[in-house]
């Protein structure tokens, strides 16, 4: 049974930094592309950032709207991705979840072409 599994959402304030991880398991983890996507109350789940498998040189892709503060990368050896997030904003505030993408390819935009998903964890940013 694959399992992807997120950790570490909590409330934090406003400018600070936080650090989200995605554990897989039941899949050989390299043979994905791993993207995360976030969805507000009221808003439609958005792809933020994804990660190639090193097969496509782990490359990163970011949304417009969190690029230059959070940082993606894996760790091919324990099967996790991790979700760096810095200068948090308000906006940012929403259920996170990790995604697997078969193939190693990114196509952060297009959620239909991820084939597991995480439960998500909540990220809370206060002004």
């Known amino acids: 049974e694959v399992q992807l599994v997120e950790s570490g959402g909590t409330l934090v304030q406003a400018g600070g930094s936080l650090r989200v991880s995605c554990v897989a398991s039941?899949?050989?983890?390299?043979?994905?592309?791993i993207g995360w996507f976030r969805q507000a109350p009221g808003k439609e789940r958005e792809g933020i950032s994804c990660i190639s498998n090193s097969e496509g040189d782990m490359i990163t892709y970011y949304k417009d709207s969190v690029k230059g503060r959070f940082t993606l990368s894996r760790d091919n050896a324990k099967n996790t991705v991790y979700l760096q997030m810095n200068n948090l904003k308000p906006e940012d505030t929403a259920v996170y979840y990790c995604?697997?993408?078969?193939?190693?390819?990114?196509?952060?935009?297009?959620?239909?072409?991820?084939?597991?998903w995480g439960q998500g964890t909540q990220v809370t940013v206060s002004s």
């Open positions: 039941g899949l050989t983890f390299d043979d994905y592309a």
């Open positions: 995604a697997a993408a078969p193939f190693g390819l990114c196509f952060m935009a297009q959620p239909g072409t991820y084939s597991y």
